[in-house]
């Protein structure tokens, strides 16, 4: 029989009791908000995609006030465009960083864009590469390619092509277009990696088949010169064609020459000069722009900005003294920068002095410097195959 219990020990474990059913309480209080706050974000991101922009502000800005990191990078992209309020690039590096700082790869890249084009920050090369670092090494497609393409230009590290490629072959073997063109470019020329021709169209043809204007144009320039794949003309005017109609100068160029050699060919003429050798790109490109889009596991969205491309005036440029029929000039333009040029009427040049020739580009966002002609230019010049003068960047802002 068990013994009387005093009126203490009873109160005791009342209290007790009490106390047990008052912790219980608070957890399942301090749980509840899980559920919304889970639906308010994902509501958010919905009513972000469908630019419902108000919305997803109201929804996304408690959450990231309460240290969300997915919904700090969107309510930074939305003070970064202005969309649902006023445009305020202090508040959109304020959002990025708070993100960032919990290692968000989609904040850290759009920090360090933020750095490279001083927007809301001061410029910083060396802090936008620690902040691409940071994606890279979290697979971040886009920031591998950007973080490549500051080692191909020496921005904010040493320069070394070697660790270009290393960053642009990670890239590109998620199915980033800008990348795989841009490893396409250090194969062709031999940066960074063994020169290898058949290496370099086959990273052409990746990109070109996802749309890449640039590649589009080199692998036309490969199959007409028969560089690294046999040569095949029509296979030249095929690709010469779609970069043409993504409103390539350098590929209507290439194209109209296919076609007046056809037209030779059909008329049989007794004398013509030499014809000029095709123009592709030649220098990676790079992404600068800020304006968001949904970056996806595999193959990030990439507009080629700094594409430095032979307008369609270029023929009537002023040529250096010496120049030749079919020979390549570059000069620089002070609207597009860097541009490669076929001479192919020195006769109809007006006779005064030719602008200054340079082998460099400046413009704006990590799209500068191209590195000067070296022996590897020089062979290419020779065998008529210019590469497109651009490198290929993430211009897109991430969104998670």
């Not at 008052?22 to 919304?36: E, F, H, Q, R």
């Not at 070394?160 to 073997?173: I, K, Q, Y």
């Not at 008529?384 to 290929?392: I, K, N, Q, S």
Request: charged share 25%; glycine share 8%.
């Amino acid at each position: 029989m068990q013994p009387a219990r005093s009126s203490r020990e009873m109160a005791s474990d009342r209290c007790a009791r009490h106390l047990v059913r008052a912790l219980l309480s608070t957890l399942i209080v301090l749980t509840l908000p899980a559920g919304p706050a889970i639906a308010d974000l994902e509501s958010g991101k919905r009513a972000y995609q469908q630019r419902d922009y108000a919305d997803a502000f109201t929804d996304l800005l408690p959450l990231a006030e309460q240290g969300d990191p997915d919904a700090q990078v969107y309510i930074g992209l939305m003070y970064a465009t202005g969309r649902a309020v006023d445009k305020d690039l202090l508040a959109a590096a304020r959002w990025y960083r708070l993100a960032a700082d919990q290692g968000h790869r989609d904040a850290q890249f759009n920090l360090g864009l933020m750095y490279a084009k001083g927007l809301g920050v001061p410029m910083n090369y060396a802090a936008a590469v620690k902040l691409y670092r940071q994606a890279a090494e979290q697979d971040h497609a886009a920031a591998q390619l950007n973080l490549g393409v500051c080692y191909s230009r020496g921005y904010g590290v040493l320069r070394d092509e070697a660790m270009a490629a290393l960053w642009f072959d990670r890239a590109a073997n998620q199915g980033n277009a800008a990348a795989q063109f841009n490893l396409g470019l250090l194969y062709a020329e031999g940066r960074g990696v063994p020169q290898d021709s058949a290496r370099a169209a086959e990273w052409y043809r990746k990109a070109a088949e996802q749309g890449h204007t640039a590649a589009q144009l080199n692998l036309g320039v490969c199959f007409e010169r028969g560089i690294g794949v046999p040569a095949d003309l029509e296979q030249a005017t095929n690709w010469y064609r779609l970069a043409a109609a993504n409103g390539d100068s350098d590929a209507r160029f290439n194209l109209a020459r296919l076609e007046a050699k056809d037209d030779e060919h059909v008329a049989a003429p007794a004398a013509k000069p030499a014809a000029a050798p095709p123009v592709p790109r030649r220098d990676v490109v790079e992404e600068t722009t800020t304006e968001p889009v949904r970056q996806p596991a595999a193959a990030p969205i990439a507009k080629e900005e700094g594409i430095v491309a032979a307008p369609a005036s270029a023929g009537a440029a002023l040529e250096p003294a010496g120049a030749k029929v079919g020979d390549i000039v570059t000069r620089v333009d002070a609207t597009v920068g860097r541009v490669d040029t076929v001479v192919d009427d020195i006769d109809s040049q007006p006779a005064t002095a030719a602008p200054a020739i340079e082998a460099k580009t400046e413009t704006t966002g990590l799209t500068v410097k191209s590195p000067p002609a070296d022996e590897t230019t020089v062979a290419w010049r020779n065998r008529g195959f210019l590469p497109r003068a651009d490198e290929t960047a993430a211009s897109e802002t991430a969104v998670p």
